[in-house]
T-cell receptor, first 112, second 114 residues
């Protein structure tokens, strides 16, 4: 089985721009979760989608949003980028809540 | 509040020595417990998990962990460290009962020296 894939792997943006990251889950997995990883804050939960519905949300501002498509692929969007948004964004898929989450390689975002 | 604590942000061991990485959590409800490993510039890879049943769990690469409910701990061990074990290790806990989130510890960076 193919693993979780994320595109793009690297991204450079400037403050004020917006960005869209994509995640394709493992075949058969309906849950997709997003995390932000930074040296200072560690791994922080952004949100989880299941069957095209946001089921859970972390403590991030409304600039961070996401969606899930009928094929379970997910995108996250960050609008009005700030320097502090520079991070590794990880996507994970699972069969459901409490099930093992399998992670993609991440998208490294640098905001200048 | 639900939390996950990893004692020691950096651990250094000699090759062949015992590896012990500590993880404690706070929860009144039995959680699901995971250990992940992250190599540089990569995502997280599952080492092992505990959901129910036997409290000693064996994972990949010779790692194992024991769930101790009375101590709310899930420490990761490996009898003999190898140079390739150098990486960052994350303990993660899925808190159910309405919270339904996977919460990660801050991570422990393991260094293995000859």
């Amino acid at each position: 089985k193919a693993g979780v894939t994320q595109t793009p792997r690297y991204l450079i943006k400037t403050r004020g721009q917006q960005v869209t990251l994509s995640c394709s889950p493992i075949s058969g997995h309906r849950s997709v979760s997003w995390y932000q990883q930074t040296p200072g804050q560690g791994l922080q939960f952004l949100f989880e989608y299941f069957s095209e519905t946001q089921r859970n949300k972390g403590n991030f501002p409304g600039r961070f949003s996401g969606r899930q498509f009928s094929n379970s692929r997910s995108e996250m969007n960050v609008s009005t980028l700030e320097l502090g948004d520079s991070a590794l964004y990880l996507c994970a898929s699972s069969k459901g809540q409490g099930e093992t989450q399998y992670f993609g390689p991440g998208t490294r975002l640098l905001v200048l | 509040a639900q939390s996950v604590t990893q004692l020691g942000s950096h651990v250094s061991v000699s090759e062949g020595a015992l590896v012990l990485l500590r993880c404690n959590y706070s929860s009144s409800v039995p959680p699901y417990l995971f250990w992940y490993v992250q190599y540089p510039n990569q995502g997280l890879q599952l080492l092992l998990k505990y959901t129910t049943g036997a409290t000693l769990v064996k994972g990949i690469n010779g790692f194992e962990a024991e769930f101790k409910k009375s101590e709310t701990s899930f420490h990761l061990t490996k009898p003999s460290a190898h140079m390739s074990d150098a990486a960052e290790y994350f303990c993660a806990v899925f808190f159910s009962g309405g919270y339904n989130k996977l919460i990660f510890g801050a991570g422990t960076r393991l260094a293995v020296h000859p």
